[in-house]
C-alpha cells in the first residue's frame, strides 16, 4: 500500500510541476520576472530575478519529470521540499505583509490569497510526505531480508 502511495505522490507532485513549469513558460520571461520582483525581495538584485526568470520554469519541469520516473527519488523529492518550502516562506510572508500580487505559481492571473496558502501549504506537505516515503522505501530495500522477515542471520560454524 505503502508503494502505491509513493507512485501517486510523486506522480501527483510531478505533474503540477509540470504544469506549473509550463504555464510559465507560455508567458514572456518578462511578465514572469515582473512577478517576482513583485514580492519586493531586496536581497535579490536585478540580475538575479531574471535569471531565476529564465530558468525556474525549467527546473520545474525537469523536476516534475524526474519526479514522475523516480529516478533518484530520495534527492528529487528533496529538492521538490526545499523548492516548495521556501515558495511557501515567501508567499506566507508577502500574504502577511498584505501584498496584493499574482502569487506567480501557475502563471499570469494567480492572485495571491488565502487559497494560494491552502494549495501550496499541501504540495509543500505532499513533496515532504514523497521524499520521507522515498527514503523509507530505501532504508528497507537495504534493510537484509533475514531481518525483516524476523530470522536471527545465520552465525559461521563454530563462532559463538
Known sequence: M?????LLGRI??????????????QMPWLNFAVQIQAYKLSW?????????????PWFEVAL????????????????ASLLLGFFFVILVRSYAQGMDIDCGCFGEG???TWKSLVRDGFLLAL??????GAFLQSRRSKTPARAVAGVAPATPSGAN
Not at 505503502?2 to 509513493?6: G, H, I
Not at 501527483?12 to 513558460?25: D, E, F, Q, R, T
Open 2 to 6: 505503502q508503494r502505491w502511495l509513493l
Open 12 to 25: 501527483s507532485l510531478g505533474g503540477v510541476l509540470i504544469y506549473a513549469g509550463y504555464l510559465k513558460l
Open 44 to 56: 535579490l538584485s536585478d540580475d538575479a530575478i531574471m535569471f531565476i526568470a529564465k530558468t525556474l
Open 64 to 79: 516534475g519529470v524526474a519526479l514522475i520516473t523516480g529516478i533518484g527519488l530520495k534527492w528529487f523529492g528533496a529538492a
Open 110 to 112: 494567480d492572485k495571491l
Open 127 to 132: 513533496a515532504a510526505a514523497v521524499t520521507a
